[in-house]
């Protein structure tokens, strides 16, 4: 266990859904992040957060909206999404977005139809 | 743009033999790399991490070397066991706050 915890484990939705991801660290960090990672691709970095402030937004789409209401927690709302966007979604977590070390969740598979 | 990638897609080994994942970076002025572990539905796990002011450190079984010269950054693993397998990643900051990661090694271990 890393102390990165995410929910759900699988989501399958369709294109007219609403859902949201949940993330949660019990490490005491400060900063968060998204990440979403397809086959044979590198992870790509989707947002960052450094005490409950977005500092990055990676030239992601509209239909993701992140949220986070604390330094502990992180979600990921999605909406009318594609199936494109069918991935892995990470969730890691920092001391802060200074420190480089990052620990990571199980992530969500997600299907979209 | 900044690249981290790996020479070997997959690399095979015998149980108890020794495993060298390689890495190539592209940032000269990257200065801090790390190395992850993927096992099959499970999240990157931390393996270690290097800053380039040295040019090898040890962990329990796993060794990082860094090379700045040819921008080269490898992992050794000692006594390669079954756990092993799994998807191993390097990344590099870019001398950021951001990690940018290479595409990933699989690590196959046969008895």
């Known amino acids: 266990e890393t102390g990165v915890t995410q929910t759900p484990r699988h989501l399958v939705m369709g294109m007219t859904n609403k859902k949201s991801l949940k993330c949660e660290q019990h490490?005491?960090?400060?900063?968060m992040y998204w990440y979403k990672q397809s086959a044979k691709k590198p992870l790509e970095l989707m947002f960052v957060?450094?005490?409950?402030?977005?500092?990055e937004n990676n030239s992601v789409p509209s239909r993701f909206s992140p949220e986070c209401p604390n330094s502990s927690h992180l979600f990921l709302h999605l909406h009318t999404l594609q199936p494109e966007d069918s991935a892995l979604y990470l969730c890691?977590?920092?001391?802060?977005?200074?420190?480089?070390?990052?620990?990571f969740g199980p992530g969500t598979r997600l299907l979209v139809l | 743009g900044e690249s981290v990638g790996l020479h070997l897609p997959t690399l095979s080994v015998q149980e108890g033999d020794n495993s060298i994942i390689n890495c190539a970076y592209s940032?000269?002025?990257?200065?801090?790399f790390i190395w992850y572990k993927q096992e099959s539905g499970k999240g990157p796990q931390f393996i270690i991490d290097?800053?380039?002011?040295?040019d090898k450190r040890q962990g329990q079984r796993v060794t990082v070397l860094l090379n700045k010269t040819v921008k080269h950054l490898s992992l050794q693993i000692a006594a390669t066991q079954p756990g092993d397998s799994a998807v191993y990643f390097c990344?590099?900051?870019?001398?950021?706050?951001?990690?940018?990661f290479g595409t990933g090694t699989r690590l196959q271990v046969f008895p």
């Open positions: 890691a977590s920092s001391q802060d977005a200074a420190q480089e070390t990052q620990y």
């Open positions: 490490l005491g960090h400060n900063a």
């Open positions: 957060y450094n005490f409950k402030e977005q500092t």
């Open positions: 940032n000269s002025a990257s200065d801090y």
């Open positions: 290097i800053r380039s002011n040295m």
């Open positions: 990344a590099e900051n870019g001398n950021t706050d951001k990690l940018i």
